[in-house]
């Protein structure tokens, strides 16, 4: 097991487990064809429910952040695959993504560090944008929004991207674009029209709208 997450070469990509926050977090980080411009945190559906790094939403975040020019960063969250912990209703998965940001920002601390996820993991990526401010951008697919009660949802301090489904039989498209717009800074929010959770036949559409996104984001950290 690594101590630290290990620093790779443009085009290498590594699996392994890292020392976090509750034992060993499971992960995959994967370059892009040359250094980094950016990186970026992905986290998986609820671990309750099969949620892993390998979901295919996810595989699709993290293909789409190396062809934009960033460092992806996939990782089990404790008590999933490899890692090691009981699953925490999401305080300790919030920990996790917490410290795997904090883990890249350690080795590439020059360049914009992105949150992503899908379902639960977006909630996540949210819960951590939320808490720091250096987040450049937040891309939360199909965000279960509800997970906040009667409470306001966190208010993440970036731009940040929600795409969903309006077929969405999992996490409510209407629910989630309500809550969406009633924030003080409210997300760009991409509805994909018949379409379910798991964006079944309409991964190449996902992509290209969070490639578009994330080439925007990043012409804009550069000016």
């Known amino acids: 097991m690594d101590q630290y997450l290990p620093r790779l070469e443009p085009g290498e990509s590594r699996r392994g487990l890292i020392q976090g926050p509750a034992g060993a977090l499971e992960y995959r980080l994967d370059m ?3 250094e980094p411009q950016a990186v970026a945190v992905i986290c998986h559906p609820h671990p309750l ?7 295919k939403v996810v595989y699709s975040l993290a293909r789409s952040a190396q062809s934009c020019g960033l460092a992806a960063l996939r990782f089990q969250f404790r008590g999933v695959g490899s890692s090691d912990g009981p699953h925490d209703k999401g305080v300790g998965e919030a920990l996790d993504t917490a410290f795997m940001l904090g883990e890249l920002r350690r080795i590439w601390p020059q360049v914009p560090a992105f949150l992503m996820g899908f379902s639960f ?11 720091n401010d250096d987040v450049a951008g937040l891309i939360a697919i199909a965000p279960p929004l509800m997970y906040a009660g009667d409470a306001a949802v ?6 940040w991207l929600v795409i969903h489904g309006d077929a969405d039989d999992v996490v409510a498209h209407d629910d989630t674009l309500e809550r969406a717009r009633a924030m003080a800074q409210p997300p760009e929010f991409h509805t994909i029209a018949g ?7 309409e991964l ?18 550069g000016d």
């Open 195 to 201: 379409v379910g959770h798991f964006f079944h036949g």
């Open 49 to 55: 429910f099969s949620g892993t790094m390998d979901n």
């Open 32 to 34: 892009s064809d040359s």
């Open 154 to 159: 966190p208010q993440p301090h970036c731009p």
């Open 204 to 221: 190449t559409q996902l992509r290209s709208r969070v490639e578009t996104w994330l080439t925007a984001r990043l012409a804009d950290s």
């Open 121 to 131: 993991g977006a909630y996540m990526a949210l819960k951590v944008a939320a808490e």
